[in-house]
């Protein structure tokens, strides 16, 4: 079984350009999650959806983030315009939408904004 | 009240040595702690998980204490091999009907020296 997969692994654009990171969650994983790890920092939750809806997007650092997750399935943040701060690894996680459930997390897109 | 704080943030053993790494939390409505160990390029995969119903959980050479009154719980890890070196973060988290949003802490970088 595939596990969570993220593209890209790596991306590096200049300020005030505009990246979109994608997240394929675990098949039939009806939550979603994105995390953000800064600079060495904890890993900071951005937003959890529950199927397409967002459950919580209290994480999310201004409006120049936007998450979607169309359909229920993959997911999409886009960040736009970026800026020097957003620099980071973005980590997606899906889990079952059952009590005592692990969540599993992709490897990371690595963002670098110069 | 949401921060889980987490030490040391390094730690260097020789083979076989018990490594023990701290984390403190103040949301008394946390109700699930797992321990995530993260290699270079990979995302955080869960490594072992305890409900503060209990005080002790072990998992092969992985040994979660947990102290409710205190608010602390640790990592032990018997007889460490240079392959347990990894990032673990500990996390805290309140399951709700929907899923899990963790609080993660900064990390703790362990290197196994053989």
């Known amino acids: 079984e595939a596990g969570v997969t993220q593209f890209p692994s790596h991306s590096v654009i200049e300020k005030g350009q505009t990246v979109t990171l994608r997240c394929d969650p675990i098949?039939?994983?009806?939550?979603l999650y994105w995390y953000r790890r800064v600079m060495g920092k904890e890993i900071k939750f951005l937003l959890h959806?529950?199927?397409?809806?967002?459950?919580?997007e209290s994480g999310m650092p201004n409006n120049r983030f936007l998450a979607e997750r169309t359909g229920g399935t993959y997911s999409t943040l886009k960040v736009q315009p970026a800026e020097l701060e957003d620099s980071g690894v973005y980590f997606c996680?899906?889990?079952?939408?059952?009590?005592?459930?692990?969540?599993?997390f992709g490897q990371g897109t690595r963002l670098t904004v110069v | 009240q949401q921060q889980v704080k987490q030490s040391p943030q390094s730690l260097i053993v020789q083979k076989g040595g018990i490594p023990i790494i701290n984390c403190a939390y103040e949301?008394?409505?946390?109700?699930?702690f797992p321990w995530y160990q993260q290699f270079p390029g990979k995302g955080p995969a869960l490594l072992i998980a305890?409900?503060?119903?209990?005080s002790e959980k072990k998992e092969g050479r992985f040994t979660i204490s947990f102290n409710k009154s205190a608010k602390q719980f640790s990592l032990h890890i018997m007889d460490s091999q240079p392959g347990d070196s990894a990032t673990y973060f500990c996390?805290?988290?309140?399951?709700?009907?929907?899923?899990?949003?963790?609080?993660f802490g900064p990390g703790t970088r362990l290197s196994v020296l053989p």
């Open positions: 996680a899906s889990s079952q939408q059952t009590r005592n459930t692990e969540a599993f």
């Open positions: 098949s039939g994983h009806d939550n």
């Open positions: 959806f529950v199927k397409e809806s967002k459950q919580d």
């Open positions: 949301n008394t409505a946390f109700d699930y």
């Open positions: 305890i409900r503060p119903d209990v």
């Open positions: 996390a805290a988290s309140r399951t709700d009907n929907y899923g899990q949003n963790f609080v």
